[in-house]
């Protein structure tokens, strides 16, 4: 959404919801679907990797959590872009290419934005 309003040229300062923003973008699907099919392959080339960005991208790493509402992690978008219901099942799809593919294959067909 940051590159998007960057493009459209529109201040931090301007009270738009994100829908606005798309809907002035006018291109809400192709994008959106292009961002997720993108996530989705970078996590799965990052979780089979098992290396420190295995470790961040699970939440694994010991500290505090900063204060205020939590973010949204790209894990729990994508669960939501690809419909599977748990982290485990994203995970076990994760450590097998071909369902990794297939699922984002489905989800960039008939997943939502």
Do not use: C, P, Y
């Amino acid at each position: 959404m940051w590159i998007l309003r960057r493009m459209l040229r529109i201040s931090w300062t301007e009270k738009k919801s994100n829908e606005t923003v798309l809907i002035e973008a006018n291109s809400r699907t192709s994008i959106v679907k292009t961002i997720r099919k993108r996530q989705a392959t970078f996590l799965g080339h990052v979780m089979r990797r098992e290396k420190l960005e295995h470790l961040i991208t699970t939440g694994k790493l010991d500290g505090k959590r900063g204060r205020g509402k939590q973010r949204e992690k790209m894990m729990d978008g994508l669960k939501r872009w690809l419909g599977s219901g748990s982290s485990t099942e994203t995970m076990t799809a994760i450590g097998h290419r071909e369902l990794w593919r297939n699922m984002i294959a489905d989800a960039s067909k008939h997943g939502t934005g």
